[in-house]
């Protein structure tokens, strides 16, 4: 047996034949084309409109945002602007394959220039004419593998188009060799509840068919299992399905201590899956989601019906909004400078909202509208706001006071920069509550893009470093008598949510898939438990031993 190390999302653990993600076609040859440019013209249009009426097909069947997603791709297929482009490579000689790939390539480097929301589009230019291609081929498109069999899917990284179609009975597992805990493919694992390892640089070598365990709870894939270790896999899978099905109980430690178990969202249509799985309330509301379809900002009207609905689906709970977090990884044309070198240390965050105060000041106004409303219905939640990427006291201040001005009760901060959590005694002087942002503040305090495949490893939150500061925060929020919750991918990692209440965090929010696991965990130790395994993990010198301590103050098995 070989291990290969990542980084394992949530505590599953699956075993299954492994099927590799093909990669990309490389670019056609552009040698003049031996057919007419009638019969190439024709044979375009016809691998064109095949790929236009099988997106559409596979969208019917997906249905919701993946049919939305994959509706937009059969436009991009059809767009004339496209097939004139195409239409003059082949007046000028090029075979059909070249033409389409030359045409699909100069869109995709509009689309990259203008960046942003559009910018992020390349990507799914790209999907179609790779399929056009291998229509005119008569290949299989590359992507997600159909073995006729479930499988374990292998792959660099996963685009959001494959993610949106994955056929969830056949994955068993993912494994990816580049990515980090906060990639597009571990956020999927986790809304999905996939067993995933995702950043396993080794796992270049898995070939198609051979048996592998992907045990996420240590971060490990398993190649040439024994029949021990695979019937040990198995007994452990079991015991997985049985804790998803135990009965939703609020979450509270083994001595009874109540940590509120709360849910990120970031569209109101996700409340009522929520709310099933036992979410109490929600910790992260992402409004940008609302922002980013849209080459303006949302007007009231629209935002204050999308708050509504959300505050309505949580009557009497607290909800946490936070206000737009704009750039970095989520950049918006009309709020964020496209040219900045390092947006992530850039103008984003409260920072943007504060150089476009009118935007910050319309949220506020439709949130405060929105409250106002259910409440009059009798369906209002207990709504708190919060401002991301704050990094100083002052912007606390400001936040807090701008958020007053328009009749918000309790108005906090995320915490997501390492000068906040050392700050976190004055911050909280004036915020009503902290949250721990752990991806951000783990990019920063590691120094590592958290987009980056090839610095994944350096994104991860059990660094003691990212623990230290969490402390900080804890300690602050205790002396104050003020809640610090956690709306990090950190808080859904059943082991690290129990050293993050023990290092005094009070509340915590994560994707509502990842709630039971985080609800058995915490039922099985005390607050003197939790306690003790946050100091093991504060004491080690790195990511992975913090991980191996507490696991043995705790006494989890480290494989399968
Ligand atoms: C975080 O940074 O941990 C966080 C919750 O915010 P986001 O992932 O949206 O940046
Ligand atoms: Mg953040």
Same mark, same amino acid.
């Given at each position: 047996?070989?291990q290969l190390?990542?980084?394992?999302? !949530?505590?599953?653990?699956a075993? !299954?034949?492994?099927?590799?993600?093909?990669?990309?076609?490389?670019?056609?040859s552009?040698?003049?084309?031996?057919?007419?440019?009638?019969?190439?013209?024709?044979?375009v249009?016809?691998?064109?409109?095949g790929?236009?009426?099988?997106?559409?097909?596979?969208?019917?069947?997906?249905?919701?945002a993946?049919?939305?997603?994959?509706?937009a791709?059969?436009m991009?297929?059809?767009?004339?602007?496209l097939?004139?482009?195409?239409?003059?490579?082949?007046?000028?000689?090029?075979?059909?394959?070249?033409?389409?790939?030359d045409?699909?390539?100069?869109?995709?480097?509009?689309?990259t220039?203008?960046?942003?929301?559009?910018?992020?589009?390349?990507?799914d230019?790209?999907?179609?004419?790779?399929?056009?291609?291998?229509?005119?081929?008569?290949?299989?498109?590359?992507?997600v593998?159909?073995?006729?069999?479930?499988?374990?899917?292998?792959?660099?990284?996963?685009?959001?188009?494959?993610?949106?179609?994955?056929?969830?009975?056949?994955?068993?597992?993912?494994?990816?060799?580049?990515?980090?805990?906060?990639?597009?493919?571990?956020?999927?694992?986790?809304?999905?509840?996939?067993?995933?390892?995702?950043?396993?640089?080794?796992?270049?070598?898995?070939?198609?068919?051979?048996?592998?365990?992907?045990d996420?709870?240590g971060?490990?894939?398993?190649?040439?299992?024994?029949?021990d270790?695979?019937?040990?896999?198995?007994?452990?899978a079991?015991?997985?399905?049985?804790?998803?099905?135990?009965?939703?109980?609020?979450?509270?430690?083994k001595d009874?201590?109540?940590?509120?178990?709360?849910?990120?969202l970031?569209?109101?249509?996700?409340a009522?899956?929520?709310?099933?799985?036992?979410?109490?309330?929600v910790?992260?509301?992402?409004?940008?989601?609302?922002?980013?379809?849209?080459?303006?900002?949302?007007?009231?009207?629209q935002?204050?019906?999308?708050?509504?609905?959300?505050?309505?689906?949580?009557?009497?709970?607290?909800?946490v909004?936070?206000?737009?977090d704009?750039?970095?990884?989520?950049?918006?044309?009309?709020l964020?400078?496209?040219h900045?070198?390092?947006p992530a240390?850039?103008?984003?965050?409260?920072?943007?909202?504060?150089?476009?105060?009118?935007i910050?000041?319309?949220?506020?106004?439709?949130?405060?509208? =929105?409250?106002?409303?259910?409440?009059?219905n009798?369906?209002?939640?207990?709504?708190?706001?919060?401002?991301?990427?704050v990094?100083t006291?002052?912007?606390?201040?400001?936040f807090?006071?701008i =958020?007053r001005?328009?009749?918000v009760?309790?108005a906090?901060?995320?915490?997501?920069?390492?000068?906040?959590?050392?700050?976190?005694d004055?911050?909280?002087?004036?915020a009503?509550?902290?949250?721990?942002?752990?991806?951000?503040?783990?990019?920063?305090?590691?120094?590592?893009?958290?987009?980056l495949?090839?610095?994944?490893?350096f994104?991860?939150?059990?660094?003691?470093a990212?623990?230290?500061?969490?402390?900080?925060?804890?300690?602050?929020?205790?002396?104050?008598?003020?809640?610090?919750g956690?709306?990090?991918?950190?808080?859904?990692?059943?082991?690290l949510?129990?050293?993050?209440?023990?290092?005094?965090?009070?509340?915590?929010?994560?994707?509502?898939?990842?709630?039971?696991?985080?609800?058995a965990?915490?039922?099985?130790?005390t607050?003197?438990?939790?306690?003790?395994?946050?100091?093991?993990?504060?004491?080690?010198d790195?990511?992975a031993?913090?991980?191996?301590?507490?696991?043995?103050?705790?006494?989890?098995?480290?494989?399968?």
């Open positions: 047996m070989t190390r990542g980084v394992g999302i !949530g505590l599953g653990i075993q !299954g034949p492994v099927a590799r993600m093909a990669e990309p076609f490389p670019a056609p552009d040698a003049p084309s031996t057919l007419d440019a009638g019969s190439e013209t024709t044979r249009r016809d691998a064109v409109a790929v236009a009426r099988e997106l559409e097909q596979r969208g019917a069947q997906a249905g919701g993946a049919q939305d997603v994959l509706e791709q059969a991009m297929a059809e767009d004339p602007s097939e004139t482009e195409i239409d003059a490579r082949i007046a000028q000689g090029h075979t059909a394959e070249w033409a389409v790939h045409a699909f390539a100069s869109f995709r480097d509009t689309l220039a203008m960046g942003g929301y559009l910018g992020e589009r390349a990507a230019l790209d999907d179609v004419a790779q399929r056009v291609i291998a229509r005119l081929r008569g290949v299989p498109a590359p992507g593998p159909d073995p006729g069999h479930p499988f374990v899917l292998v792959a660099k990284d996963l685009a959001p188009a494959d993610t949106a179609l994955l056929d969830l009975d056949k994955v068993l597992a993912l494994v990816t060799t580049e990515g980090g805990p906060t990639s597009h493919t571990a956020i999927l694992a986790r809304e999905k509840s996939i067993v995933a390892v995702v950043g396993a640089v080794d796992a270049t070598s898995l070939v198609d068919g051979e048996t592998v365990i992907v996420a709870a971060g490990l894939v398993l190649t040439e299992p024994t029949a270790e695979l019937d040990r896999a198995h007994r452990r079991a015991d997985r399905a049985a804790a998803a099905s135990a009965p939703v109980t609020p979450g509270a430690l009874g201590t109540a940590i509120p178990l709360l849910a990120n970031g569209n109101a249509d996700g009522a899956d929520a709310v099933a799985l036992g979410a109490e309330g910790g992260l509301f992402r409004t940008e989601f609302l922002f980013l379809s849209s080459s303006s900002a949302p007007t009231i009207a935002q204050r019906a999308s708050y509504e609905k959300l505050l309505a689906a949580f009557p009497g709970k607290k909800v909004v936070r206000v737009l704009a750039g970095a990884d989520k950049p918006l044309p009309f964020n400078d496209a900045e070198e390092n240390l850039g103008l984003r965050g409260l920072r943007a909202l504060r150089a476009s105060e009118d910050l000041r319309e949220q506020l106004t439709a949130l405060a509208e =929105a409250d106002a409303a259910t409440r009059a009798g369906q209002g939640a207990d709504l708190w706001v919060m401002a991301p990427m990094s006291v002052e912007e606390t201040a400001y807090t006071a =958020a001005e328009y009749g009760k309790t906090g901060v995320m915490v997501e920069v390492p000068s906040s959590a050392l700050l976190a004055r911050i909280l002087a004036h009503d509550f902290a949250s721990i942002g752990t991806n951000d503040l783990t990019q920063y305090t590691l120094a590592a893009d958290r987009l495949g090839s610095v994944a490893s994104q991860d939150p059990w660094h003691p990212v623990l230290r500061l969490v402390r900080e925060v804890g300690a602050a929020g205790r002396a104050h008598d003020k809640p610090v956690i709306c990090g991918e950190a808080a859904a990692d059943p082991l949510a129990v050293v993050l209440v023990g290092l005094g965090a009070t509340s915590l929010s994560m994707a509502p898939t990842a709630l039971a696991d985080v609800r965990s915490l039922l099985e130790n607050l003197a438990d939790a306690q003790r395994v946050a100091e093991a993990a504060l004491a080690a790195d990511a031993s913090a991980r191996a301590a507490a696991r043995a103050a705790l006494s989890v098995p480290a494989t399968a």
